[in-house]
T-cell receptor, first 116, second 110 residues
Framework: SAVISQKPSRDICQRGTSLTIQCQVD?????MFWYRQQPGQSLTLIAT?????????ESGFVIDKFPISRPNLTFSTLTVSNMSPEDSSIYLC?????????????FGPGTRLTVT | ELKVEQNPLFLSMQEGKNYTIYCNYS?????LYWYRQDPGKSLESLFV?????AVKQEGRLMASLDTKARLSTLHITAAVHDLSATYFC??????????FGQGTRLTINP
């Protein structure tokens, strides 16, 4: 199974600032996904990060607010820009395990962001 | 637009009892996932269901899929306290992009 790490695990930030979240996978993957989980809520897909091309954003999410980088097949970053308290959430990256035929999708440990 | 609905959203049950969580989805999909989330933790993958009639079991949990009815169930047998968590179903809308249900918060009382 894919092993995913994220940095930082949590942070408290002031409104108006930006935070970059890192996601590292222990194997090469074609697509990496970023999800948001607002307090007490379910998960919502923010964007899909493909190596060598622009990220694809879901409705309601824009590149200016959530710029994404994907420099190689094992790493991606998500930046939360010009933060407001409404951005307080857990941000998770996810990948599909391509090592077999399981079609498993794994999630990183998450980054818990609090904006004050 | 694919919609995924779980019920119940909250479930409190006694140890030793059986219960079922339901996951309905609105459009055809090839894959359905079940995850567990403990408070303050990430998601733990439980099951991936790929075809109509698929049934998978792990310990006291069993998941099934009826693609014609667009329904998946997660059945809990003889519940124990350690199974207390929030359970999510998620449906692949294509290209590995998941749409999640609201989650079912399960509390199992001794």
């Amino acid at each position: 199974s894919a092993v995913i790490s994220q940095k930082p695990s949590r942070d408290i930030c002031q409104r108006g600032t930006s935070l970059t979240i890192q996601c590292q996978v222990d194997s090469q993957v074609t697509m990496m996904f970023w999800y948001r989980q607002q307090p007490g809520q379910s998960l919502t897909l923010i964007a899909t990060a493909n190596q060598g091309s622009e990220a694809t954003y879901e409705s309601g999410f824009v590149i200016d607010k959530f710029p994404i980088s994907r420099p190689n097949l094992t790493f991606s970053t998500l930046t939360v820009s010009n933060m407001s308290p409404e951005d307080s959430s857990i941000y998770l990256c996810s990948v599909e395990d391509l090592s077999g035929s399981s079609y498993e999708q794994y999630f990183g440990p998450g980054t818990r962001l609090t904006v004050t | 637009e694919l919609k995924v609905e779980q019920n119940p959203l909250f479930l409190s049950m006694q140890e030793g009892k059986n219960y079922t969580i339901y996951c309905n989805y609105s459009t055809t999909s090839d894959r359905l996932y079940w995850y567990r989330q403990d408070p303050g933790k990430s998601l733990e993958s439980l099951f991936v269901l790929l075809s109509n009639g698929a049934v998978k079991q792990e310990g006291r949990l069993m998941a099934s899929l009826d693609t014609k009815a667009r329904l998946s169930t997660l059945h809990i047998t003889a519940a124990v306290h350690d199974l207390s968590a929030t359970y999510f179903c998620a449906v692949d809308r294509g290209a590995q992009k998941l749409v999640f249900g609201q989650g079912t918060r399960l509390t199992i009382n001794p």
